[in-house]
């Protein structure tokens, strides 16, 4: 493999294992020229109590435009591979309650070339959505020869890249969507119809952890020796309320004439704190506190290092006081929405300061509110109880007082819950909804999950509820994990829509890479993507014990012993009368010859007669 | 022609067997109520142990310590439940919201089905501490009923305090990996029933009982305990476990219960009774026996002895733990032992990996510490149930000997062809019109409440009387039919097989019943056997007229009164017995409308088995003399 980097021999050098996994299915080769690599933290006080930090680290590169080279320089016409790969720790449930966060889990993507151009994207809070567990969805190049062998190498190299178990994606897990997932980044309108270049899987039941975080903290050019990513310790981390790690590649536009592509990579940290739990009630918090340390050292390959404090909230709910003074209040506006944020620029401060440390200091104890439901919310519950039937309803929540809002609703279902489209139902308020569009597709014993996708428009201020029934499969007894009891997961639907309003959103255009670029930026429609539970489905299952196994032998004894027994009592063992003189020799002929030995027999009565 | 079906050929062993069938009978009658009493002897039952390693009751340290907070929650919530008729929603929402907790209310409404049908509406308060870093997917749930101290079961505020302490308690904890939902009812087992129907989203009564929508939901609920404290100073804690239909939570989760608070040293109890020294005597045993029959007695009523009893339905393990204050040893545990021994509880139930699937569901306890599993109760209940099936072979048998019997006698027939035998193979479809015909009757009187509530209704009866009354009148009526014998006596058939088919279809019904409660089929069997077995075997005038007395002893609703006599007798020796059979009268009207009310609203198999079942067997053998 030929790999030629410019530019700073650090990032060459942290970068390297990424581009392999990348050249893996790009299998060409990538020159690089240019980059920049930005690094930036958000932290956000919810009125929940909770303490929101989102962490993010964007490199661009300006791929060479080499024909034959790599995907990347045929844009716009032709796409490239894209990944992206989210590993979220069960965000629905952390963060669904914290009310203010409202459109909880959401995130940005594009639906096609034009839409980006025509600035359609999306800000909101929390800046990736991810679903309980590990989530991978890949856009394939079109020339990609064998695009199951391509998805599967892909995903056991992540699997390896991040020790995750990845590896555990397989047909019986992955569709291809047609409608949720469009590619991310630049792309032609004719490349985002073709679905069949689409794979999507999730993994419920992977959890994140400290062996995920190691690896995905190699992949930044300072490590966690310098800059902001000194914050990411994991102790620290992991006894956070919600952690979420994502990493994203995409092409995007190098100039505003988008003549050229360049590649970008960002990796993305999210974590919720609850200070008040363990701070005495008081929301408190600091660098320290959160993360242990301060920041020592600027990163010296950062172009840019920024922490942004939200502080609209400041003014109303409870107050606190930032310190140091921030390097510059930026204010956005998005509509009526009015934002501010105390920026800081760790590099600037770290030359004249040893450490840096934010510390927000409240007045007055934490109280809990009543939080207000964000515009569109959802609710994912198995219905009924016992073992050979049940059913799944998704209560959809359009809280906007005016305006109805289309979605498209996403579901994948595993094979051995056999689900019955005749019972799919879609009722808003006690009277049935017709959706726009419904593709199913049936699963197939251990071969594919059904999966089907809805469009369909919620009526403004409703709550629609969609239901459908399905029958518990029995498994092969060697198909059962070892905790068979525990229950299987079903993955989290995912619902897209678009909104009209940014409020209590945040959300980086699909069109720019860093938070501060979003926070000029004047979009008027926002693309989210909201996840919903993931659900936690009783099979029926044997019991796996000794019993098991004396109630086995004994049903087989009872079965062997069925046959003659019901012989004995039904039935009358009747002599049969056989030819007094017969000698040795007639009954072997008798076995042998049988018809020859009958005609003799017959003739030997004759005679007799 | 088999064994069964060919006299000619019937081996030594089945004669033996049709000789002696009458003895064999009794035998394994006595032998089985021997046995079934002998369970209680410590030989014949195991000492109880964790078969869940998961649940780790050993390892679990116990931290809380709430200083004299649950005594101001206490406190305060007395204050508040004195100026509210209902459940004080407003502070109780803002105790919860105030740790942070989702707060949710849970509205509904019982479409009452009788009488002048009027609607009650309740409302359920439940709060959910989601655990940090996990997905909802699980949960263990602590409930409290609330009572007030007027209520004539006692007050539950204390619970409710002890609940918000914990609570408390629990969510500066990080390691929970289930959420915990704390639920406090209204109305008791309704607002329980409504509750547990609006989460898993099912209709348990339709058009009875509206259970209403949540609007916030946990995962699958793991376990749940029910808490009834009644005072702030307990002596001990007594656990409750039979729930609706005889269902019975797994045995680990009460060992875990029992376990800890002895970790506490919180005296627990079971039936009032605790844990005898163990010993073989005969004290011993008749300590261990009273228990075990006290169980018996509460798990065959098939009714729930407290809000845990509905969540078994839902494959929901749950208790309820009922903290007294007047046990033998005087008060022992205050509000921190309590709270210890809930914490250790839950704290368990967290380090649970897969839902309660080890131990036994299927077990009668002789005490807190010993266990009689099915394995050993079977063969007892089996003994006790066996006579059924041996009379009924024994009679089938018979019937084809003296068939055969009738052959010999007429000469010539010896050399007729296997045909023509098969013919004169007596049928059991011939008992046919008359099973049928006593169904019939059975579904007639399960379909019965609503219109003679109706009539009731009408006659300006009270709500129970109507039921009863009609239900009685049904009856008596059909008691009379026999008068008509001889036109029954035109369905054709034997005596035999009639006797038979009684036979099998009540051995059928106990066996099958022994698999869901085999308290209530062991006390049926033991009282229907003997006089089931009897039915036909004598036609001496004398005999039949005794039999018929036994027979009006055992019909369903005279069974009913008799446990309540015995039952009131047996409370209350100072009234007279007249006042006894009175209030047993009284009794009865109500049971029979509860069970009623009970199939409606919780779907309570009682008068189900009563109408569909044990009914129509009873009619087969009142009918069997005339026959």
Redesign the interface.
Known sequence: MFLKLHGKEKIERTFLNFMIVSNFVCGCVIALSNDKFLEELEIQPLP??HVYTYMQFTTVWDVDKRPGSCLLAQIPGKLSSLYLCTYG??L???LG?IRAFSCSTLQVFPLSLGEILGHHSVQELPYISAP??AELWTWFKEETPDISKAWSDLTNALSGQFCASLNFIDPTNTISPRFSFLPQGVASQSYAKNYSLLRYSAL?REAVCTENLTPWKKLLPCNSKAGLSMLLNAIQV??????SLAVDVRPICRDNDCKEASLELRLSISIVF?P??SHKGKQDWSLVKLFGSGILKACPLATRSTILVHTTSNQTLGKFLLSPEPSQVVTSSHAQDKKTYAMYDVKKILQSAEQLNIVASYQKSH??W?TSPPILSA?R??????MEQG?I?TQLYNNHPSKSMKIVYLEIIPWFLRVYLHTLQLKTSGKALKPQVVHFQPGRDRTHPYHFEIIATLPPASVTELSFQFDRAFLKWTEYPP?????F?ISSAVISTLLNSAKNCSRIPLHKSTILESLIDRSVTYFIRLHT????V?LP?P?F?MPYNVICLACTVVALAFGPIH??????LQLVEKDKNQGLFTKIKKLFWRKSYVESDKEETKKNK | MGLLTDTKEHSKLIILFKQHGNKLCFLSYVVGIVWFCLLAWEPYNNRTYFSENALLPGLVQREFSPGHETSRFFQSLKEEAGSHARIPYAWLGAQFRQMGLDVYDHNYTLHYPFGSKPNFTGKNLYAILRAPRAASTEAILLSVPYRTPENQHGSTLPGIALMLSLAKFFRRQLYWAKDIIFLVTEHELVGFQAWLDAYHNSKTAPGVLDSGELEGRSGAIQAAINLEIHSDKISHFDVKIEGQNGQLPNLDLFNLVVELSTRESVPSTFHQKSNPVESESWKGWKQAFSTLMSMVALQATGLPTGGHGLFHRYAIQALTIKGESNGPGGIRASFVHMGRVIEGVFRSLNNLLERFHQSFFFYLLPSTRRYVSIGLYMPAFGLIAAPLLIKALNLYLSLQSSKDLDKKATPGMENKDEDAREETFPSLWQALPLVFSSHILGCLVYLSPEYFDRIGMLADFQLEDGIFMGMAALLLAVLVVPLFSRRLKRCGGSHGIYRCIVLLELGAFFYTLSLINVSLATFLAVVYVPVAVLAGTSSRRIFTWVHSLLLLLIHPLMLVYLVLLVNSAYLDTSTKMVDHMFRAYTGVKKVVLYSVEDWYIYSNWNFVIASGVLLPVWLQLWFLPTL
């Open positions: 929940s109590g720790l069960p629905q449930r952390s309650h309980p567990g419920p992991f006894s956070a309320t919600y952690v609850e008040p739990v109280v809990y009543i609710t519950f198995i219905t009924g109880y016992g059913g309803k905790d068979a009891n525990h229950g997961y539970e993931m659900l936690l009783s299952t019991d014990s012989n004995i009592t039904t039935k009358r």
